[in-house]
């Protein structure tokens, strides 16, 4: 990852971090709890592609992993992340530039889901239940709800300040040279020679023409006159 891709991803996560951990974790919502850090990597990953929103997710996750008040195995939330990361990635248009805010609604809402699951399928295996006790359905209707209705706040605008960090002055003037040799090629294409070949063509005959009809005016005015 370039130096500002890691910069402004460092900075949106911590930034993420304190405010789930300062003021969304003690909202005491019914079930789940808005998930600001998710929505980063996602927004971040579908502007970085897979590879970085998997490293963008890693890192993130293994920060919430580490940061207090943190109760469960180190490692936990980074390996959900990282999945969740590497397959939003996948979700990155062509151009870098979403069409409508559908795609994005969409991943989100899987995002959700697909987070609470692993979560809690990687708690089953260390031995943690206690997504059975709080119960898995509402965990899963309130992650995606929470989720859906803060994202329109976040990921826009994260999306926003990737691809604004994303802006390389020399890939610009790369793209700004060949946009240059594109047009003076075209330009200079067969057809435009063609067509002013056409025109000198045309005006050639046409001052060929008019001399042969001057000749021919003089021979038969000779002829008159003799």
């Not at 965990?139 to 995606?144: K, Q």
């Not at 994260?158 to 994303?166: D, G, K, P």
Request: proline fraction near 4%; glycine fraction near 14%.
């Amino acid at each position: 990852m370039r130096v500002n891709r890691i910069l402004l991803s460092v900075s949106l996560v911590v930034v993420a971090l304190v405010l789930q951990v300062s003021v969304l974790s003690r909202l005491h919502l019914p079930g789940a709890v808005p998930d600001l850090l998710l929505l980063t990597v996602l927004g971040l990953a579908m502007v970085y592609g897979h590879v970085g929103g998997a490293l963008v997710g890693f890192g993130a996750g293994l920060l919430a992993d580490l940061a207090p008040p943190a109760d469960h195995a180190a490692g936990r939330y980074a390996l959900v992340l990282c999945v969740i990361g590497y397959l939003a990635g996948l979700a990155k248009p062509d151009n870098g530039r979403l069409k409508s805010a559908t795609g994005p609604m969409v991943v989100v809402v899987a995002a959700a889901v697909g987070t609470t699951l692993l979560y809690a399928g990687v708690g089953a295996l260390v031995g943690d239940t206690a997504a059975r006790h709080v119960g898995l359905g509402s965990l899963l209707f309130t992650a995606a709800l929470y989720d859906l209705l803060l994202a329109p706040f976040v990921v826009p605008g994260i999306m926003a300040l990737a691809r604004r960090a994303e802006n390389d002055p020399l890939a610009e003037t790369k793209s700004a040279a060949k946009g240059t040799d594109i047009s003076s090629g075209w330009l200079s294409s067969g057809t435009g020679l063609r067509i002013g070949g056409q025109r000198n063509g045309l005006g050639g005959l046409k001052v060929k023409a008019a001399r042969a009809r001057t000749a021919r005016a003089g021979r038969i005015k000779g002829v008159k006159r003799l």
